[in-house]
Nanobody, 115 residues
Framework: QVQLVESGGGLVQAGGSLRLSCAAS????????MGWYRQAPGKQRELVAA???????NYVDSVKGRFTISRDNAKNTVYLQMNSLKPEDTAVYYC?????????WGKGTLVTVSS
C-alpha cells in the first residue's frame, strides 16, 4: 500500500502564495506521473497540474503562469507552488500519483483565497 499525505493548504488573501506538498510513503517500487487536482464546492474535480517521472509538466489553462509543479523523486514528494492566487482558486486540492501500477489519492487539503 502507498499513502499520500498533503500539506500546505490554508487561508490566504488574493494575490498571495501557498506551497502545497504531497509525500508518498509505503512500499514503492515504481513511480509514474504525479499531479494535483482540485474540487471547488458544487463543481467537478479537475486536473490542475501534472508531472511525469521524467519531469514533463502540464497545467490547466487557468493556472498557467501562476502555478508551478515540481517533484523530488528521491523523497517521493510532489509540490505545487501557487502564486498570484485568486478567489476562484478556492478548493480542496488533492494529490494523485501512480505507484506500482496503481492509482493513489491523498485526502486533500483546503485552500481558501479571500478577496
Amino acid at each position: 500500500q502507498v499513502q499520500l499525505v498533503e500539506s500546505g493548504g490554508g487561508l490566504v488573501q488574493a494575490g498571495g502564495s501557498l506551497r502545497l506538498s504531497c509525500a508518498a510513503s509505503g512500499s514503492i517500487f515504481s513511480i509514474n506521473a504525479m499531479g494535483w487536482y482540485r474540487q471547488a464546492p458544487g463543481k467537478q474535480r479537475e486536473l490542475v497540474a501534472a508531472i511525469t517521472s521524467g519531469g514533463s509538466t502540464n497545467y490547466v489553462d487557468s493556472v498557467k503562469g501562476r502555478f508551478t509543479i515540481s517533484r523530488d523523486n528521491a523523497k517521493n514528494t510532489v509540490y505545487l507552488q501557487m502564486n498570484s492566487l485568486k478567489p476562484e482558486d478556492t478548493a480542496v486540492y488533492y494529490c494523485n500519483g501512480g505507484f506500482n501500477g496503481m492509482d493513489y489519492w491523498g485526502k486533500g487539503t483546503l485552500v481558501t483565497v479571500s478577496s
